[in-house]
């Protein structure tokens, strides 16, 4: 009720200044003890060798440096991905850069993996107090050529390793050039295989495994999906996000912004999204978990997206339109047991 006082206010603001000061503020109330802690029943599930206490999380992109994670925590998600971070600071692609479209429950964004870097995001975690599941999602810096992509990856996994729940790579955001070609067959096969070696290493290293997932496109071919998966099973990665925001503008094209570059979120991504998803648990058959994101704007676009075959969910876009309540209903709709 509250957040719908509030929204007004914050959409009469410039979408980025509204973001920074909506995170401003639940940062401050939280550091008062004036933000609740949020705790909603539901059984645990374990996915990756994790235990979630409950299965929406928030998606990366909100927080991608870290730096709001304990008051972000207070809302009740059941785990929090922040990121995506670079080995080092940038940016990000010049302002104006993130368009909301009302009329769709919608917002594109070309943000450019603007963050601090690795060095800094890691700071940030070790400040915080967050004891819950903490994804950390990685990419590559803008002026990283593509064929030396996988070297950003390794800096990124390296540092982070230690330090997250589960490890994300993203190769699938539409807003740093040539990063998407990451998704063809023969770049992600080096990819994988690298990454992998590197969690081998670093496991014995730690005494510690930490899962690593793969986040991809929507608008990838069904031919393009099934090379896709076959990599996730060959080199036995432990989870796949699906997906990121996607570049088809069909359903908001006669709307203000459409024509504005960088990935639609929100409702226009949600069939393209549960799409993938529906595709890639038939090709996978189980052997590894998927998390499903995109466009779920209520608790019935989150029990489809389980329905489809994800056994987590997460939220970005939804949280701006619906706010904190969000969390709530999605986790109650999909934590009953004839949603199960």
Do not use: W
């Amino acid at each position: 009720m509250l957040y719908r006082l509030v929204r007004p206010f914050l959409f009469s603001l410039d979408p980025e200044t509204a973001h920074s000061a909506s995170l401003g503020v639940l940062r401050f109330l939280e550091k008062l003890g004036l933000l609740p802690n949020y705790v909603y029943p539901c059984q645990a599930r374990r996915v990756m060798g994790l235990n979630f206490p409950n299965p929406v999380g928030l998606a990366a992109g909100l927080d991608k440096n870290g730096a709001y994670i304990d008051a972000l925590a207070k809302l009740g998600f059941g785990f929090i991905e922040v990121g995506t971070v670079t080995p080092r600071p940038q940016p990000g692609n010049p302002r104006p850069r993130l368009f909301r479209l009302p009329q769709a429950n919608a917002i594109i964004n070309r943000m450019g993996f603007n963050n601090d870097g690795i060095d800094q995001l890691i700071v940030n975690i070790r400040n915080s107090h967050f004891q819950g599941i903490l994804g950390i999602n990685i990419g590559k810096n803008f002026d990283t050529p593509v064929e030396k992509a996988v070297e950003d990856y390794l800096i990124c996994f390296h540092k982070a390793y230690r330090y997250a729940s589960y490890i994300t790579l993203n190769i699938s955001s539409p807003n740093t050039r040539d990063l998407r070609r990451l998704q063809n067959a023969a770049a992600l096969d080096q990819l994988l295989e690298t990454l992998k070696t590197a969690q081998t290493q670093l496991s014995d290293q730690h005494g510690k495994y930490t899962p690593l997932v793969v986040k991809i496109a929507p608008d990838l071919e069904c031919v393009q999906l099934e090379a896709i998966a076959a990599l996730l099973l060959k080199h036995r990665i432990d989870g796949v996000i699906a997906t990121n925001t996607t570049i088809a503008r069909q359903d908001v094209a006669h709307l203000p912004h459409a024509d504005e570059t960088g990935g639609l979120s929100g409702t226009p991504l949600k069939s393209p999204s549960t799409r993938i998803i529906k595709n890639l648990h038939a090709l996978l058959a189980g052997a590894l978990p998927i998390i499903g994101v995109g466009g779920i704007l209520s608790a019935e676009d989150a029990k489809e997206k389980v329905d489809a075959g994800a056994s987590l969910i997460q939220i970005y876009t939804g949280l701006i339109y619906q706010g904190p309540s969000l969390i709530r209903q999605s986790i109650k709709t999909i934590c009953t047991p004839s949603s199960r």
